[in-house]
């Protein structure tokens, strides 16, 4: 028997060891190089869902005008791709050896990525919301291509009581009649997977289309739900009460027309702007010379006039804030403009019908006028646009409002009148006689009339102004005290307002469907004891709404010895008080859709927007869970990510 390497016996040895060595048979090597495809696979996956979880995030485009291999610039997500395997040698040689048909990068695989973040992050507001009652919050806005989008957004209180404002959803419509709105808000509930008959309120602005008594859109749902009770936005409210009291007083509303004249005259050109902010800063340098201004970290920032928006009135008080402001720099900056003789003949004589109407008595104490106004009116602007405000509270806030209203008509003119003429002192600007007779060339002259200038001035203008501010608000806002709320007013244990007859009847008439008649027993019962635990308990008397009061009590393990009162508390916070989350869904989707991103689909635009918004229960799924639901269609049997 030869013994040589190649003899027969040698041969018979090497083959017995190389069967019994597991780890060189045929299909343990295939199935190494099958794990190591889809490790390959599942990393190059995992580095667009991690590149398209930041473009989301940050509301930026994703596809270039060239994604061409010769391209200087692919676009932000293929760009984002090759950042990140320029810091990870692994990522850079799986993408580097990708197969032509397991790249990740392209358009379907992007809008199936965000399609899953969406309907992980809808999964997650269900989950929040779980049995609770919920209101829906609706507007309608057109995007850059000029497609009406509707947003849906659901108010609802969680386990912790803590009210909730989650963008749901943003929906093409062809048209705003009601019943279309109608249609799609029932289509996108049933979508994902809610009861239309678990709606407690609906929040809309005052279009007919939207608060029509008998074909609007909250007839239209009470007929789905009768007890999804319609709430007026009450921010749009103040908006319109707020703008409608300007118009009344004339000569507020030639202020505000002269303002914006004023702010568009000096702000028309950079070079403008530039002598603004110069004049600004040297101003601020010399009174901080004279001792006149404070220092100090993020004081005297230098800033520019702002314009006032048609549909925001805290615009209207910033830049009322910023011509105070500024007053000096912009009437340096008119007399610049007036004088230069290299300007237009147009822009010297804007600048100089500028400059005269801002150095006049009557426009420069209408300015301090709205300002001491809108100081009051404003903090309620900012209040009504909290996610976290109930609707009793609100209505807390609008009678606070028209109480600092009326002590500014009161006591508020002599400090008012003080001010203005140490103004006008300042600023070089004649005060009139105040005991002439006054003279309003507007009208034609009456011989009788005495009127002098004083008597106009806090007569006919301070207190008419302030007059018709409160009269806008009680006319909007008293719609609105209805028994609902009123009844609703009624569940605050600490105010003398508390009333348990009025509880009873408030859950009998409108809360029929969450109580039965033993649970309204129990609900009369729990009452007393509740009014004087709550009163008496630390964590809770100091409560400031209902809101803060449902968080006190579960927090405190209360809801579990006054079960009724938690359930009737959280159906009474879940109605709406603005559709500001709705609007703000909007600004999110004008970051998303712009003018270069005009052509985006309406299923991408909705995943991008929704992610977007809702970015905080986004961030919470890692890549890993994405992979795991991801579908890659004729693709999965070939990289089995799936079965990993």
Known sequence: MGTTPSSAHNFAVRCY????????????????????????ARLRLKTSIDAMRWLMFQA???????????????????????????????????????????????????KEIASIFAGKVKTSIKEELGNSKFSILVDECRDESKKEQMAVVLRFANIEG?????????????DTSALTLKNTIIAVLVDNGLNVQDIRGQGYDGASNMRGEWNGLKALILKECPYAYYIHCLAHQLQLALVAASREVHEVHNFFQ???FIVNTVSASPKRNDELLENQAAEIASEIELGELDTGRGANQIGSLQRAGDT?????????KSLLKMFAATVTVLRSVAADRSATRNSRGDAGGALKILLTFDFVFILHLMERIMKITDVLCLKLQHKSLDIANALDCVSNTKVLLGELREDGWDNLFEDVKSFCVKHEIDIPDMDQKYVDVTKSRNK?????????????VFNVAIDQQVIELNDRFSSHVT????????LDPRHDAFSKSKICRLVEKFYPADFSSQERDRLECELPHFQLDTFNHPEIKNCKSLADLTKGIVKTGKSSDYPMVERLLRLVITLPVSTATAERAFSAMKLVKTRLRSKMGDGFLCHCTLVYIEKELAAKFSSEEIIDIFDTGARKAEFKLIEM
Not at 84 to 98: G, I, R
Not at 452 to 460: A, E, G, L, N, S
Request: proline content about 2%.
């Open 17 to 40: 060891e190389n069967l019994r060595n597991r780890l060189n048979h045929v299909d343990e090597v295939m199935k190494k190089q099958t794990k190591k495809r889809v490790l390959d």
């Open 60 to 110: 930026c485009p994703f596809r270039g005008n060239d994604e061409s291999e010769d391209s200087k610039n692919q676009g932000n997500f293929k760009e984002m791709i090759k950042l990140l395997a320029s810091y990870n040698k692994d990522v850079h040689e799986v993408v580097q050896n990708a197969p032509r048909n397991a790249k990740y990068t392209s358009a379907t695989i992007q």
């Open 162 to 174: 803590v009210i909730r404002e989650h963008f749901l959803d943003l929906v093409h419509v062809r």
């Open 258 to 260: 002269h303002a914006n």
């Open 312 to 320: 925001r009135w805290s615009s209207h008080y910033k830049s009322i």
């Open 448 to 460: 009788h009339d005495n009127t002098t200038v004083i008597h106009h001035y806090k007569v006919d």
């Open 483 to 490: 028994e609902l709320l009123d009844l609703c007013s009624s």
